[in-house]
């Protein structure tokens, strides 16, 4: 325990806190901008610098950690000017054409300048659009212009997503964030996740919008216009109408979109209690080949929802592809049900029907447009938007989401359970997956309490649960005593962790469970903006209660889902199932 | 009258000061090398014993000594010449600081442009491991066991900044880290690591063999022992020279055999301090003017705002580009002096400057960023008429 002192009050503080915990912690306030609670301390910004008794120079409150008889300084003259120098030189190396700029008003560098009150810059010469822009990813744009190198892209593509598709290029005032050799983003190893965008302060990376072509859609009399929204986007969309994190405005955001003129306004949260049928089932399958055919498939089956963590695995464990699951995302699944039971329930000509999703993910503007998710060249998904785009296009259309009414979705794609909304946070799926096969396999619930099985809930990189079968059915008599073991991880980085371990012959798994983004989707990079861990935990607690508030809380207890394979499957991975609702992967390497 | 002095270059028993190292313990030595007040001979001046004293105390699974041999700082070029004529006893120094701390692995961190020395470094070390002064059991002093690798840097001036320094050993960009910890308590790989420059660890075998006394009978009450400079520039006699600190630069222009019409001295290189005839009666020394040994002489011909000018797009190409107000700031800097050459800087374009500065050396991540700034504020405050009248023409000779 350290006593320090800030601004002449004492204060206690434990080892390893920086000065920056400690004036966060006692409501201090630190200006920042290189900072960010999900990434490892750079210092590089010195926006948070502050005066340390006994030290010529300041020091940075977030690199510099707290010891005993500290004495801090964290407002004199010295420090106001070296912080308002360092706004002016960031601001005058900074391409500014705010008021056009994705990220106005939600940008931190313009807080800043606001902050520190700036009227006028001393350096006249400012900086004119000279660096070329990057837009060549099929999901996102680098502006490096408006970029202020406080390289929280490259930790965060590094340290959460393992992926390290860029860093810093040249030195001095050459130096640009970039990918290797300054190529472009399309010609490196890139998996779409959006982290870098999540957590970039300023207008240097942004997704690519396709508001204008879903407004398009709109207004063509010709087209019939549907929305799927995925289950991230109840718990977070709030925030960027004031709302707290945490809110949930699942009904308000149904209404909004019906008054946007979608003509059907339907939920993921079908298609993810599909998915659970069929990946349910498919592990069952893969688990009685192996236990009572004496095959030898491949396992353990790993989830294949989250489009970033398929192209991570295609990029660097390509062998293990087949242990995928075949099943598309939700998305996917949702896109090809529309265009053909429900085109077909509907009297519809598929081709007349704009399949429009809203997503938690910039990833997934790049699995709607891969090639095996549509027939000859019909996509399934026609446009992605982010959770970001819908709310530029609810503000568009004259929309306060506060004011909306709650309703309900469409039937019958808009009926799902609780355990579609848990998707997503991480951990979600697996225990969606569990709540239904142990009952398939057992004719009994989960032996959880309330069904909340809570060792694979929670923000933890890895985990890792079992679960013993016994008193099973008699078709599932392989079963018998076996403990299925399953395994969770989020971030591509732990995802990372997981393979290398599966490789080396260190996992004992039958189930695992990946989603790219840290926290799962709720933590996606197409959500509001800023993140943080505290936003994460705040929309997860969101999502467990509408679970626990939902009538069912069991995929296979979803009436729609009983019906569309009364109807239109047969059963699950059955023939027409493995057509509409599966797929294949790609070998891609890292070079 | 400060002395002339032949430490560095001069020939040792190969193995005698290490092995009078061994005869004491670990503690011992480090005592002995506390006591003698060695600093270190790149710049900072950080006390050699309380850095090896740190290490010494840090646990870690391995610990390690790295020897800087990244000499990077414009107009030196010492550590070049002790690599090249003495190379044993730098490598003998290592091997003692290696003994002092608990290492058993030791790195020469070599300058890229150094290349050609790297056959005779590699063959100076297999040299020592035959005679039993590097590898396994030295001097048979079971367990007692350390290696030399050689890695070369790729160009970056700031990588002579220890902590970037490690980070390029470690095979990444080479970036300043934040301090603290330092390297002595996490240094490569996160383990406690000494980085000596290459004259520090030249002094060491010496103060072994001669004692701390012997040492502190030369040099200044801070700066003790002696010191070696590279002067270049107008003068009759350029060189290596060594000298006791404390050495005035009057004193050090005379032994030079620089001329009457000495405008000004660079003293530390592009990131030290410029003197004028005013300040020449001043020592060269940490409680004086500091530094790693860089000395230019200028005479009446040159223009003190090329100089300038010279220094600042130095730092502009050479800044790491990581921190805001180094980064930034050179560009600024440089922005502005080009000003003057424009007929366009004023009084208080240099008032702008030196605010800037002053965010540059408070603000700065590293030592590099927050010295970039001394040789504007120097130059400025000396020569003014120079700046203020650099767009009047072409008055000075290149």
Same mark, same amino acid.
């Given at each position: ?81 070296? $912080?308002?120098?360092?706004? #002016? ?35 006249? #010469?400012? $900086? ?55 190529? !472009? ?249 569990? $709540? ?96 943080? !861990?505290?936003? $994460? ?7 467990? #209660? ?46 | ?41 790149? &710049? ?27 000499? &990077? ?12 004529? +003495? ?5 003998? &120094? ?48 079971? /367990? ?8 070369? /840097? ?7 900044? *220890? ?6 050993? *470690? ?15 996490? &240094?490569?790989? /996160? ?24 040492? +502190? ?37 005379? *032994? ?15 990131? /030290? ?108 405050? %000396?020569? %003014? ?8 023409? *072409?008055?000075? +000779?290149?």
């Amino acid at each position: 325990m350290a006593k320090l002192t800030i601004n002449g009050a004492p204060y206690e503080a434990s080892a390893g806190m920086t000065i920056l915990d400690v004036c966060q912690r006692e409501g201090i306030h630190i200006p920042t901008l290189c900072n960010h609670p999900d990434l490892k301390t750079q210092g590089i910004c010195r926006v948070c610098v502050v005066d340390v008794k006994g030290s010529k120079t300041l020091q940075s409150a977030c690199g510099t950690p707290v010891s005993d008889g500290m004495e801090i300084l964290t407002t004199t003259d010295r420090i106001r000017k070296a $912080r308002k120098t360092i706004v #002016e030189l960031l601001l005058a190396n900074h391409y500014t054409d705010c008021t056009v700029c994705p990220k106005n008003l939600n940008c931190e560098l313009q807080s800043l300048a606001n902050e520190f009150g700036l009227t006028d810059l001393r350096w006249k #010469e400012r $900086r004119e659009r000279t660096l070329p822009q990057d837009d060549t990813s099929p999901v996102f744009v680098r502006d490096n212009n408006k970029c202020v190198l406080c390289q929280r892209c490259v930790r965060a593509c590094d340290e959460l997503q393992g992926v390290y598709a860029v860093a810093n290029l040249y030195k001095g005032d050459s130096t640009i964030v970039g990918s290797a050799f300054n190529r !472009p983003i399309s010609e490196v190893v890139c998996i779409n996740c959006g982290q870098c965008v999540a957590h970039c302060p300023t207008g240097a990376l942004y997704e690519k919008y396709c508001i204008e072509d879903v407004w398009k859609a709109i207004d063509d009399p010709d087209k019939i216009v549907v929305i799927q929204t995925a289950p991230a986007i109840r718990a977070a969309l709030g925030e960027a109408f004031d709302y707290p994190p945490g809110t949930r405005v699942t009904g308000k955001m149904v209404s909004a979109l019906r008054t946007m003129g979608f003509d059907n306004v339907f939920d993921t949260q079908f298609a993810a209690d599909l998915t659970i049928m069929e990946e349910g089932f498919e592990l069952l399958g893969r688990l009685k080949d192996a236990l009572a055919d004496g095959g030898k498939p491949s396992l353990p089956m790993m989830t294949s929802c989250s489009p970033g963590w398929i192209k991570f695995q295609e990029h660097f464990f390509p062998e293990y592809l087949p242990n995928l699951s075949t099943c598309k995302s939700p998305q996917q699944m949702f896109g090809a049900v529309v265009k053909s039971f429900w085109a077909r329930k509907m009297n519809l000509d598929p081709a007349d029907i704009v399949c429009v999703s809203v997503m938690p993910c910039t990833a997934k503007k790049f699995e709607a447009a891969r090639p095996e998710m549509g027939t000859d060249g019909d996509q399934d998904v026609d446009f992605v938007l982010t959770t970001r785009e819908l709310a530029v296009m609810i503000k568009q259309a004259g929309i306060d989401l506060r004011d909306m009414a709650d309703s309900a979705f469409d039937d019958p794609l808009g009926e799902s359970t609780g355990a579609a909304t848990i998707f997503a946070a991480t951990g979600g799926v697996m225990e969606a997956a569990l $709540r239904t096969a142990y009952e398939v396999v057992t004719g009994r619930e989960v032996p959880f309490k309330d069904l909340d099985i809570t060792p694979v809930r929670g923000l933890d990189g890895v985990k890792q649960a079992g679960i013993a079968l016994t008193g099973v059915k008699k078709e599932w008599s392989f079963l018998e005593g076996v403990e299925l073991k399953v395994m969770v991880a989020h971030g591509t980085a732990n995802a990372k962790a997981v393979m290398t371990a599966l490789r080396d012959g260190k996992l004992d798994v039958h189930f695992i469970e990946i989603m790219t983004c840290p926290g799962g989707c709720l933590g996606g990079g197409g959500q509001p903006l800023p993140v943080s !861990p505290e936003k $994460r935990l705040a929309r997860a607690r969101a999502i467990y #209660e509408e679970d626990s508030e939902s009538v069912h809380r069991k995929s296979h207890r979803n009436p729609s889902i009983a019906r569309i394979y009364d109807e239109f499957f047969g059963s699950p991975n059955s023939h027409l199932a493995h057509e509409l609702l599966h797929t294949r992967y790609t070998v891609r390497g890292q070079y | 009258m400060a002395r002339k002095l032949d430490v560095v270059f001069s020939d040792i028993e190969p193995g005698s000061a290490l092995r009078a190292a061994l005869a004491m313990t670990p503690s011992d030595v480090i005592g002995l090398v506390s006591r003698s007040k060695l600093r270190g001979r790149g &710049g900072a001046g950080f006390p050699t014993g309380i850095k090896w004293d740190t290490a010494r105390r840090h646990e870690g699974a391995e610990k390690y000594i790295v020897c800087n041999a990244d000499e &990077g700082e414009p107009g030196t070029f010492k550590d070049k010449n002790i690599l090249e004529r +003495q190379t044993a006893k730098v490598l003998e &120094g290592m091997a003692i600081g290696a003994y002092a701390i608990g290492a058993s692995e030791g790195f020469i961190y070599l300058r890229g442009e150094y290349k050609y020395l790297v056959s005779d470094l590699a063959r100076k070390i297999g040299e020592m491991k035959s005679q039993n002064l590097i590898g396994p059991d030295i001097c048979h002093e079971k /367990g007692f066991c350390f290696d030399i690798h050689i890695k070369l /840097g790729s160009g970056s001036y700031v990588c002579g900044e *220890e902590t970037a320094l490690l980070e390029s050993l *470690e095979s990444r960009r080479g970036e300043p880290r934040n301090k603290p910890p330092y390297p002595a308590e996490s &240094g490569f790989l /996160g383990r406690p690591t000494v980085v000596n420059n290459v004259e520090t660890l030249s002094f060491v075998p010496h103060i072994l063999l001669n004692g701390a006394d012997w040492f +502190q009978q030369f040099g200044t009450e801070k700066s003790t022992g002696s010191k070696l400079f590279s002067v270049s520039g107008d003068c009759g006699k350029p060189g290596i020279y060594e000298f006791e600190f404390g050495i005035t630069i009057r004193e050090l222009l005379k *032994e030079i055999e620089a001329d009457a019409g000495t405008k000004a001295v660079q003293i530390g290189g592009a990131s /030290g301090f410029c003197a004028c005839a005013d300040d020449f009666d001043k020592p060269i020394c940490f409680e004086g003017i500091p530094t790693g040994g860089s000395i230019i002489i200028f005479n009446k011909s040159r223009s003190m705002f090329r100089v300038l000018k010279n220094f600042v797009e130095f730092f502009q190409e050479e800044s790491c580009g990581q921190c805001v107000p180094c980064r930034e700031g050179c560009s600024r800097m440089l922005e502005g002096i080009e000003k003057f050459e424009k007929g366009k800087g004023s009084s208080k374009t240099i008032n702008d400057l030196l605010e800037l500065s002053e965010t540059m050396s408070l603000a700065s991540k590293c030592g590099f960023g927050q010295s970039v700034p001394n040789s504007f504020r120097t130059i400025a405050s %000396k020569f %003014k008429d120079e700046i203020l009248s650099a767009g009047e023409g *072409e008055l000075w +000779q290149s």
